[in-house]
T-cell receptor, first 113, second 116 residues
Framework: DQQVKQNSPSLSVQEGRISILNCDYTNSMFDYFLWYKKYPAEGPTFLISISSIKDKNEDGRFTVFLNKSAKHLSLHIVPSQPGDSAVYFCAARVVGSARQLTFGSGTQLTVLP | DGGITQSPKYLFRKEGQNVTLSCEQNLNHDAMYWYRQDPGQGLRLIYYSQIVNDFQKGDIAEGYSVSREKKESFPLTVTSAQKNPTAFYLC???????????????FGAGSRLTVL
């Protein structure tokens, strides 16, 4: 049972435009959500997170939106740059859970110059 | 620089052989984790450890074993019982489970295991 789903395996966007990556979840006990970015043959690196008590968190070009009623979150990248081309993983955790993060299957973002 | 070192980066194994992947961290993190990544799938948790000399199975522990004799080290052994071991393996650490905050994981660069 996949508790965190990223239904779009790939996304292509023109440089300078907005990239929107989506993530859905089923476990209502998730209380923190994170986005990781991964380049080939490297480990994922943390990008941005959001607590369930918020509906938006912004860090520079990256903004994460959370819709708890819809169990949906999205990552917006504005403006998109070629260096943003990577696989983006959505992850979720239950606060205090020793099992840490449950990851989605990832979305390959390609930013075209 | 603080971080996580995984070795080897690439490893080839014959069927029936056990192999051990190394993971060392100098971040003074209490918790360590092993994840496996397969194409088109998310990272799946193999084992995790919150403290020295203690570890728990994750979602796909069958065919794997770990030890946590030192805080900074969490080696993973892929045994011959693992039916499909070819994958990209990622080690991670964090400050702990925590009751507040996102408790971000720091990942190593990964080890790619190929079974011939």
């Amino acid at each position: 049972d996949q508790q965190v789903k990223q239904n779009s395996p790939s996304l292509s966007v023109q440089e300078g435009r907005i990239s929107i990556l989506n993530c859905d979840y089923t476990n209502s006990m998730f209380d923190y959500f994170l986005w990781y970015k991964k380049y080939p043959a490297e480990g994922p690196t943390f990008l941005i997170s959001i607590s369930s008590i918020k509906d938006k968190n912004e860090d520079g070009r990256f903004t994460v939106f959370l819709n708890k009623s819809a169990k949906h979150l999205s990552l917006h990248i504005v403006p998109s740059q070629p260096g943003d081309s990577a696989v983006y993983f959505c992850a979720a955790r239950v606060v205090g859970s020793a099992r840490q993060l449950t990851f989605g299957s990832g979305t390959q973002l390609t930013v075209l110059p | 620089d603080g971080g996580i070192t995984q070795s080897p980066k690439y490893l080839f194994r014959k069927e029936g052989q056990n192999v051990t992947l190394s993971c060392e961290q100098n971040l003074n993190h209490d918790a360590m984790y092993w994840y496996r990544q397969d194409p088109g799938q998310g990272l799946r948790l193999i084992y995790y450890s919150q403290i020295v000399n203690d570890f728990q199975k994750g979602d796909i522990a069958e065919g794997y074993s770990v030890s946590r004799e030192k805080k900074e080290s969490f080696p993973l052994t892929v045994t011959s019982a693992q039916k499909n071991p070819t994958a990209f393996y990622l080690c991670a650490s964090s400050t702990g489970t925590g009751v507040s905050g996102a408790n971000v994981l720091t990942f190593g660069a990964g080890s790619r295991l190929t079974v011939l």
